[in-house]
C-alpha cells in the first residue's frame, strides 16, 4: 500500500444528532466505551498521520485528541467559516491542501469501519467504500463494472451501492486541482468530497458489507446496539465519560466544573485514582482494574462499604457555610429544576392521581418539609454522587469514580446524608435499570402509572443502609424525602420517557414519605 494520510473533518455541526451535540462535536458522541473519532483512529496503523479539520466545539475534539491518543500524529486545521455563507465539507476540506500533498483518504467522522478493514485495501487508484442500505439517509453510486459513474442525492431510488463517506484519493494533485475549479464556480453549503469525485475519472467502488453511521439519531441508536460499552452511562447534553484499558476521560461543557473535579481529586486523596492530565473541558485518570460495585454488589460488600465511608470519607471537616449551602441545594436547587421540567413541556403544577394516589401539587408539598432536619448534624467530606456505578469493590476497600465538583460550591465539605440518599437512590434506580428501560411511565391517563424493576438483593441492601441510619442515629425518613427529592431533580436532566418517569416516581414517592407514614 502506498504511503498516506487520513483526513478527519470534524468542523460541522452535527445538527442531526439534537441535543447530542448542542455542547459539543458529533465526533466526540459516544459509541460503546469511546467516541466516535476514537472508533475511526484506532481503525488504521498505529503510525498513520491525520489531518483533522475544527470548527463546531473545534476545542473540545483538540483537547480530546491530546489527552486520549497523545502518541499520534494529528495536524489540526482550524475551520473559521464551518457555518453559515462560504462554508461547505468541500470548503473544509480545501483548507487542508498545504498538509496533504500525497495519497490521502477522506473519512468522515460519523463513520465507523471495522478495525484493520483498510489495510486490505490497494491504495493504488482512486476508490470509494460502497455499501448498502436506504437511500433515504446517504447518497448513492452507479457503477459498471467496479467503475463510479454518478454519485446521486439522497432519495434516489435506482442505485448499486450508498456512499458512506470514506474514499481514497490516489490522485491527490487532481483532487486538488478539481476541488479548487468547483469552489471558483459553485458557492453552495451542500459541496462535498462527492461532487469532486463526480468531476475526476477512474474513480473504483470497493465494496464493504460491515461499517456503523453515527450521523443521525436512529443510526446512532443501530450503532449503539452494535458496538457496546463495558459500562452503563446515561445520555447527558453537557458532559460523558469515555473508557480505555489504561485511563478514563471525563468531559464537561462547563469548564468550572472541570476544574473543580480536579481539584477534588487532591481533597479525596487516596479515595480516587490518580490524576493524569486535564484540559479545561477534559481531565483524564488512570483506570482502575477492579469490579464495578453496581456489578457484584452483595449485601456483605454493601455492609462493608457503610464502614469504609463512615471511617474514611464522611470525615467531619470545618465549614462555616455548611447548613447555608446545604439549605440551597436542597431546596433552591429543588425549586429550579421542578421550574425547568414544567417549562420543559409547558405544564402547571397541579394534583395528579398516580398509582390510584391522588397526589397534592409539588410546590405544595415542597412548601411542607422540614429542610432544616434534612441536614446533616455536620460538614463531612462527601462524594456528591455517591452511587454504586460509582464505586470500585477491592475487598473491604473501594475506590471512588465519578466524584461530583461541589456541595452548592463548597469542594471541602458537604453533608454525608446526600450521599446516603444518592446510594438510596441507586439502590432503586440502577443505571442499567434506566438504560435498559426497565421501568414504565403511562402519564396520558388521569391515573399516571409508573413503576420500575427492583433486585432483591438491591431490597436487601436497602434495609442494611436502614440499619446503618438508625445505628448512627441518621433519620432514615429524611434520607427517604431527600431520595424523592434526587429523582424530581434528574428529571429535567434526561430526555423523555426517562424524563417523565423521574419526576412522577419523585413525586409520588415524596408524597409517600411526607403524608403516608
Request: hydrophobic share 35%; glycine share 6%.
Amino acid at each position: 500500500m502506498a504511503e498516506y494520510k487520513v483526513l478527519l473533518t470534524t468542523s460541522g455541526l452535527g445538527s442531526r444528532l439534537g441535543n447530542l451535540t448542542k455542547f459539543t462535536n458529533k465526533s466526540l458522541v459516544r459509541v460503546g466505551d469511546k467516541p466516535a473519532i476514537s472508533h475511526i483512529i484506532e481503525s488504521y496503523p498505529q503510525n498513520i498521520e491525520f489531518v483533522v479539520t475544527l470548527g463546531h466545539y473545534g476545542s473540545h475534539v483538540k483537547e480530546y485528541l491530546t489527552l486520549a491518543h497523545p502518541d499520534k500524529n494529528i495536524k489540526f486545521v482550524e475551520v473559521e467559516n464551518y457555518m453559515g455563507e462560504g462554508s461547505s465539507l468541500l470548503h473544509s476540506i480545501s483548507l487542508c491542501e498545504e498538509h496533504l500533498q500525497c495519497p490521502f483518504i477522506f473519512h468522515a467522522c460519523d463513520t465507523i469501519l471495522p478495525k484493520n478493514y483498510i489495510d486490505e485495501i490497494d491504495f493504488d487508484s482512486n476508490w470509494s467504500l460502497g455499501g448498502h442500505g436506504d437511500s433515504s439517509s446517504y447518497r448513492t453510486l452507479n457503477c459498471i463494472n467496479g467503475e463510479i459513474k454518478s454519485i446521486n442525492e439522497k432519495g434516489e431510488l435506482n442505485f448499486d451501492y450508498v456512499y458512506i463517506g470514506v474514499s481514497g484519493f490516489y490522485d491527490y494533485r487532481n483532487f486538488w486541482e478539481t476541488s479548487k475549479q468547483i469552489l471558483s464556480k459553485v458557492k453552495t453549503s451542500d459541496l462535498s468530497d462527492c461532487h469532486v469525485i463526480r468531476n475526476m475519472t477512474n474513480f473504483t467502488v470497493k465494496e464493504i458489507d460491515e461499517w456503523y453511521d453515527i450521523g443521525n439519531i436512529d443510526s446512532l441508536k443501530r450503532t449503539r446496539n452494535n458496538i457496546k460499552g463495558t459500562v452503563h452511562v446515561l445520555d447527558k447534553e453537557d458532559e460523558n465519560i469515555f473508557v480505555f484499558d489504561d485511563f478514563v476521560i471525563k468531559f464537561f461543557f462547563n469548564k468550572k466544573i472541570c476544574s473543580d473535579r480536579v481539584a477534588r481529586t487532591k481533597k479525596l486523596g487516596g479515595l480516587v485514582p490518580k490524576l493524569i492530565d486535564s484540559t479545561e473541558n477534559f481531565y483524564k485518570y488512570e483506570f482502575v482494574k477492579a469490579d464495578l460495585l453496581a456489578d457484584v454488589v452483595t449485601t456483605e460488600k454493601f455492609s462493608n462499604l457503610l464502614t469504609w465511608a463512615n471511617e474514611k470519607l464522611w470525615i467531619e471537616k470545618e465549614d462555616d457555610s455548611f447548613r447555608e449551602n446545604a439549605l440551597s441545594f436542597y431546596a433552591e436547587k429543588t425549586l429550579k429544576r421542578i421550574s425547568k421540567f414544567l417549562d420543559k413541556y409547558d405544564l402547571e403544577d397541579k394534583s395528579d392521581i398516580i398509582n390510584s394516589d391522588t397526589v397534592p401539587p409539588l410546590y405544595d408539598m415542597i412548601s411542607s418539609i422540614d429542610f432544616d432536619n434534612l441536614i446533616g448534624s455536620k460538614p463531612t467530606g462527601f462524594h456528591g454522587d455517591f452511587i454504586l456505578d460509582n464505586i470500585l469493590s477491592h475487598e473491604k476497600e473501594f475506590t471512588l469514580i465519578d466524584w461530583r465538583q461541589d456541595f452548592n460550591g463548597s469542594i471541602d465539605a458537604g453533608d454525608m446524608h446526600y450521599d446516603i440518599a444518592k446510594l438510596n437512590h441507586n439502590l432503586t434506580l440502577t443505571h442499567k435499570v434506566l438504560s435498559d428501560g426497565l421501568f414504565t411511565i403511562d402519564s396520558k391517563s388521569d391515573n399516571i402509572s409508573c413503576d420500575v424493576y427492583i433486585k432483591k438483593s438491591n431490597l436487601d441492601c436497602k434495609t442494611k443502609l436502614k440499619e446503618f441510619c438508625l445505628e448512627n442515629n441518621i433519620p432514615y425518613d429524611g434520607i427517604e424525602i431527600l431520595t424523592s427529592l434526587i429523582w424530581i431533580n434528574m428529571a429535567p436532566l434526561h430526555e423523555h420517557p426517562l424524563d417523565m418517569f423521574l419526576y412522577y416516581f419523585g413525586k409520588h414517592n415524596l408524597f409517600l414519605n411526607l403524608y403516608c407514614k
